[in-house]
């Protein structure tokens, strides 16, 4: 019996060798896909349900797809692959005023197609951009330098917004079923929490933020210090201020 088995040994050592050198790459391989779920699983706790979100949304008012100027496009509410929050659109704001009169997500083009593209990276993850505010036309900026007149978080309206020239947006994060990410401070929170490298959050958050300016990045988007949902494609100085109005119903 032992001498069949050292038979066997000796005319298959090739495969003997090549179980013995496969077996901790596999184990390896398995253990790093277990951690990138956990680590998801991790990152994806969330501060909103998808009924608030989904009540809220639909309290929204709707429009036509009107046509937008030649070098702007538009993220439509027909786009599910995003999760349109408008908050201008509603009273849901620090000014606590509607001042959209409907939710239009307007862009410069390429903004807007590298804004596409940094979703796509986020829906590999299973997750998905939250839209909470794009292009802003020059009379609202002024409503909201006239309630918060602090250049910290405001534009001045004379200066000129990256909103008001439709090459800045205002996004967070959302998992698959519209839950949305800890981000350790709520948008247009004017205080120090707001800061991207803000002390005052908890890890989790934290991490949050980093992953959403880690992947804006990758999609050729920058940040500011002073509020981490914001991100700006492009400079002031090779983009006009716009004064398009845009139609609803």
């Known amino acids: 019996m032992v001498k069949n088995w050292k038979k066997y ?43 608030t ?11 036509k797809q009107l046509p937008v100027p030649a070098g702007f496009s538009e993220i439509a509410p027909a786009d599910t692959s995003f999760i349109l ?7 849901n704001n620090f000014v606590k005023t509607r001042l959209y ?5 307007i862009l410069k083009t390429e903004v807007a197609d590298r804004l596409r593209k940094a979703n796509e990276l ?4 299973k997750l998905k951009l939250v839209l909470l505010d794009c292009y802003r036309p020059h009379s609202v900026q002024e409503k909201l330098w006239n309630a918060k007149p602090d250049p ?4 001045r309206p004379w200066k000129g917004s990256l909103h008001t020239r439709a090459i800045a947006v205002d996004v967070t994060l959302a998992d698959q079923d519209g839950n949305y990410l800890d981000m350790g401070s709520e948008f247009d929170e004017f205080s120090k929490k707001s800061y991207y490298l803000s002390k005052e959050i908890n890890d989790n958050a934290r991490a949050n933020r980093y992953l959403l300016r880690s992947i804006m990045r990758q999609a050729g988007f920058t ?14 100085a090779n983009n006009q201020l716009q004064k398009y109005e845009w139609e609803c119903d």
């Open 85 to 91: 929050d408008l908050r201008y659109a509603s009273d």
């Open 152 to 155: 910290h978080f405001v534009m």
């Open 53 to 63: 979100i989904s009540r809220a949304v639909a309290e929204l008012p709707t429009h």
């Open 122 to 125: 986020f829906r590999k993850k």
């Open 9 to 51: 040994l000796a005319a298959n050592k090739r495969i003997v060798y090549l179980f013995i050198y496969l077996l901790p790459l596999l184990t390896i391989s398995c253990r790093q896909r277990q951690y990138h779920h956990t680590a998801i699983d991790q990152t994806a706790s969330s501060v909103h349900s998808a009924d």
């Open 223 to 236: 940040g500011i210090r002073t509020e981490w949902w914001h991100f700006q494609y492009g400079l002031a």
């Open 101 to 105: 009169d409907c939710p239009r997500c």
